[in-house]
């Protein structure tokens, strides 16, 4: 079984300040990596996700994850933030698999981090 | 290109009620997934349907049942339902095989469901 771990469970920052979200894994078998945006009242966006490869990935809104297999871990990163990045951003993960019944591997995602950035 | 569209948007419901929601998948996907957020909490997995069975289940009571249509769509039904149950509920669509995007779910704006 899959699970994870946001270390923050909020992160303030001023705006144009980089900022690096945590995420951590705990998983027996290979995984896939994802990181989502809820914005207030609405459903979730991805913004990027790891399969295989390079393990920097770049996503939408100037977003970027680093996979750390030795680490289990999975930050996403953004060297300038905008207010309008205020949300609520998952990390979740998933089996790399899929068995022979179909459909797809479902997401374990973490609690959530907040992020709020002021002027 | 649609994406996935839910309703309704908000719901209102009294203890002991049943309760169903309705989902449709991003175009040209096949395979639709449950999830319930809590307040505050990350998504949890309710169920998965592709090829209009149940193919997998997360931890939630058989009150929870679904379904899914010829055209891929998908209802979400609980019966009985308690004050627990309210939640944002988030349907989302994926493409099976893998290869063509299976590993990845795109999520609808949600249902709000509110037990009293």
Same mark, same amino acid.
């Given at each position: ?7 923050? +469970? ?10 690096? %979200? ?14 989502? =945006?809820?914005? $207030? !009242?609405?459903?979730?966006? %991805? ?11 770049? #996503? ?9 297999? +030795? ?9 300038? =933030?905008?207010?309008?990045?205020? /949300?609520?951003?998952?990390?979740? =993960? ?6 022979? *019944? ?7 995602? #973490? ?7 002021? $002027? | 290109?649609? #994406?996935?569209?839910? +309703? ?7 203890? #002991?009620? *049943?309760?169903?929601? @309705? ?13 319930? *957020? ?18 997998? @289940? ?12 010829? !055209? ?19 349907? /989302? +669509? ?7 995007? /299976? ?14």
């Amino acid at each position: 079984a899959q699970s994870v771990t946001q270390l923050d +469970s909020q992160v303030p920052v001023f705006e144009e300040a980089p900022v690096e %979200l945590r995420c951590n894994y705990s998983s027996s078998v290979s995984v896939y990596l994802f990181w989502y =945006v809820q914005y $207030p !009242n609405q459903g979730l966006q %991805l913004l990027l996700k790891y399969l295989s490869g390079s393990t920097l990935v770049k #996503g939408i809104n100037g977003f970027e994850a680093e996979f750390n297999k +030795s680490q289990t871990s999975f930050h996403l990163r953004k060297p300038s =933030v905008h207010i309008s990045d205020t /949300a609520e951003y998952f990390c979740a =993960v998933s089996a790399s698999f899929l068995g022979t *019944q179909g459909g797809s591997e479902k997401l374990v995602f #973490g609690k959530g981090t907040k992020l709020t950035v002021n $002027p | 290109d649609a #994406g996935v569209t839910q +309703s309704p948007t908000h719901l209102i419901k009294t203890r #002991g009620q *049943q309760v169903t929601l @309705r989902c449709s998948p991003k175009s040209g996907h096949d395979t639709v997934s449950w999830y319930q *957020q809590a307040l505050g909490q990350g998504p949890q997995f309710i169920f998965q349907y592709y090829e209009e069975e149940e193919r997998q @289940r997360g931890n939630f009571p058989d009150r929870f049942s679904g379904h899914q249509f010829p !055209n891929y769509s998908s209802e979400l039904n609980v019966n009985a339902l308690l004050l627990g149950d309210s939640a944002l509920y988030l349907c /989302a +669509s994926s493409l099976y095989p893998a290869g063509q995007g /299976a590993e990845t779910q795109y999520f609808g704006p949600g249902t709000r469901l509110l037990v009293l």
